[in-house]
């Protein structure tokens, strides 16, 4: 009878106190690696709205910098004649403007790569915390809390799509492509002559055009790329 109740033959039973012992560093696994998530939707969440500030910073100096090339030409212009404009000032007027123009629309090229880089970077952080949310809501007794509110789809949101990041970018890039465009058209132009006087001919047009569509292609196909490397790392 003794045998039974110590768990017969093959061995003793186990008490309630023992199956605790098996099972205490099964859940001390399971608290720690809920503190751990604690802690990294803590820290992921920070960076994902400090992310977001820096964008929005970054965009406002870039319409800072932007502003240049109108301001210089303004500033050269300053020194007039008395029969108006000297042909000094005009010739450095319009080399400012086109040498300022073409190099600050490749490096807004640049800025807004590197902006964009920024967002993907956000999204990553975004997906990342409806993942650890979507942790915590599958434990039990998650539901006494309710239904989430927030999204917990680790494949949300989305790196591509219409958006007002999308609209910003491709203006950022259109701005880029027009000044690139205008600052080659200027440097091609005829420096010595009145600004009325001024005549540009079908070369120079074409070539002003094939200019803006070259640099605005080139930041539609950064942008994919940087996009399709993100999603492409399985994030």
């Given at each position: 009878m003794n045998e039974k109740a110590n768990g017969g033959p093959s061995g003793p039973r186990l008490t309630s106190r023992d199956w605790a012992g098996e099972m205490a560093p099964e859940n001390d696994v399971s608290?720690?690696?809920?503190?751990f998530q604690l802690k990294e939707y803590e820290n992921?969440?920070?960076?994902h709205f400090k992310t977001n500030e820096v964008l929005a910073t970054f965009y406002?100096?870039?319409l800072l910098i932007t502003a240049i090339p109108i301001t210089t030409v303004g500033l050269a212009l300053l020194n007039f004649s008395k029969d108006g404009i000297s042909e000094e000032a005009r010739i450095l007027a319009f080399l400012i403007f086109g040498v300022s123009a073409v190099l600050l629309s490749l490096v807004g090229a640049a800025v807004i790569s590197y902006i964009e880089g920024l967002r993907?970077?956000?999204?990553?952080?975004?997906?990342?915390v409806n993942s650890i949310r979507d942790?915590?809501?599958k434990?039990?007794?998650a539901a006494d809390f309710g239904s989430s509110v927030l999204p917990r789809n680790s494949e949300k949101p989305s790196y591509d799509g219409f958006g007002a990041s999308f609209i910003i970018y491709h203006a950022?890039?259109?701005m880029n492509s027009t000044y690139f465009a205008a600052g080659v058209l200027v440097l091609m132009l005829d420096k010595t002559v009145q600004l009325q006087q001024i005549q540009v001919s079908n070369c120079q047009w074409a070539i002003t055009a094939i200019s803006f569509v070259?640099?605005?292609i080139a930041q539609i196909i950064t942008r994919r790329r940087l996009v399709a490397d993100k999603a492409r790392k399985g994030f």
């Open positions: 608290d720690a690696f809920s503190q992921i969440s920070q960076a406002r100096y870039f993907l970077d956000a999204i990553l952080y975004a997906r990342v942790f915590f809501f434990k039990p007794g950022c890039a259109l070259t640099l605005m």
